[in-house]
């Protein structure tokens, strides 16, 4: 949230400068507040991990925020209680006539599917579509990054030799945005992930920008350029254990997995995992929401979409 200073006062420009939101007397009088509502829509499997690590990242900022979760109807995960599901989630068909200022749409395990073959792409593709009109800003999430742009730019992925696994060094490409207002020149965040784009594939696309890259893990986090759509392939929301879990689960399947790099103390898996990425992972989550969805949403929720 930003600090509310007297009208004129000569820090002001010095903290805009610096890239720290600050609000005057007069906007504070005048702006209108409302809870948010954000959509989230997951599709890993593992609905209760998935779930709460958004949550927690969701829920760490002053805005009063309604969430409400979003299933697939065209398939019914196997992995999942289903009085889980139909207990807190909901599908397209129920709030298609709705409209929401926020929604996520996460990754799935799908990578070497090829998209058209995935059991419910055309149900994504509906909603992707119906986002652009009902939602006044979407954050694609790891697949979910891939699949977005491969639907509506028709970018297709590449994919690595070995999979991309550890937490890697990142670079701030925009550092006067306000997605990384309270970020370091460099910042660490969690990758986990097969396939990827090239630098080249976004910048043939004149209506996005490449927001942050890793030397290692390449293109990390694009969005269009009037704000409406981010693609992030980094997993910033991930809990300490994410990767030791799914390293220990590739080796009960015989996988031969490398070992998450920059990970475990010494590469030793048996040593608890060191994090260095909640700070970052918390400011990318709560800006994203505070000047992406809260800052610029209509007040009047229904206009969403309205030219």
């Given amino acids: ?23 005057t007397e007069y906007r504070a009088m005048h702006q209108d507040i409302r809870p948010l509502n954000v959509l989230i829509l997951n599709l890993m499997p593992t609905k209760e991990v998935t779930e709460t690590q958004l ?17 697939t109807a065209s398939y019914t995960p196997t992995h999942v209680d289903s009085t889980h599901l139909d207990s807190f989630y909901t599908t397209f068909d129920k709030v298609k006539d709705r409209k929401f200022d926020g929604m996520i749409i996460t990754g799935a395990p799908l990578e070497h599917v090829d998209y058209e073959d995935v059991a419910y792409w055309d149900e994504l593709c509906a909603i992707m579509k119906w986002t652009e009109t ?10 979910g990054a891939y699949a977005a ?49 090239t630098h080249e594939q976004i910048g043939d696309i004149d209506e996005l920008e490449l927001m942050a890259d890793s030397d290692e893990a390449g293109v990390t986090i694009v969005k269009t350029l009037d704000s409406r759509k981010f693609f992030v392939t980094c997993h910033a929301e991930y809990d300490a254990d994410t990767l030791a879990n799914e390293y220990k689960r590739d080796m009960e399947k015989g996988l031969d997995p490398h070992i998450p790099k920059n990970y475990f103390p010494n590469d030793d898996p048996s040593l608890p995992p060191i994090v260095r990425w909640r700070s970052a992972g918390q400011l990318l989550y709560t800006n994203w929401l505070n000047y992406y969805v809260y800052q610029s949403t209509p007040y009047e929720i229904n206009s969403i979409g309205e030219k």
């Fill in 1 to 23: 949230m930003p600090i509310k200073i007297q009208d004129s006062l000569p820090a002001q420009a010095i903290l805009e400068n610096e890239n720290i939101f600050v609000m």
């Fill in 55 to 71: 949550l927690r990242k969701l829920s760490n900022s002053p805005l009063q925020v309604n969430i409400e979760l979003l299933q």
């Fill in 134 to 143: 009902h939602v006044h800003c979407t954050y694609y999430l790891c697949w």
């Fill in 149 to 197: 742009l491969y639907y509506f730019y028709g970018i297709r992925n590449k994919f690595y030799k070995e999979k991309l696994s550890g937490i890697y060094r990142h670079r701030v490409i925009k550092p006067t945005s306000p997605l990384f207002r309270g970020f370091d020149d460099e910042f660490f965040a969690p990758q986990s992930r097969e396939i990827y784009v």
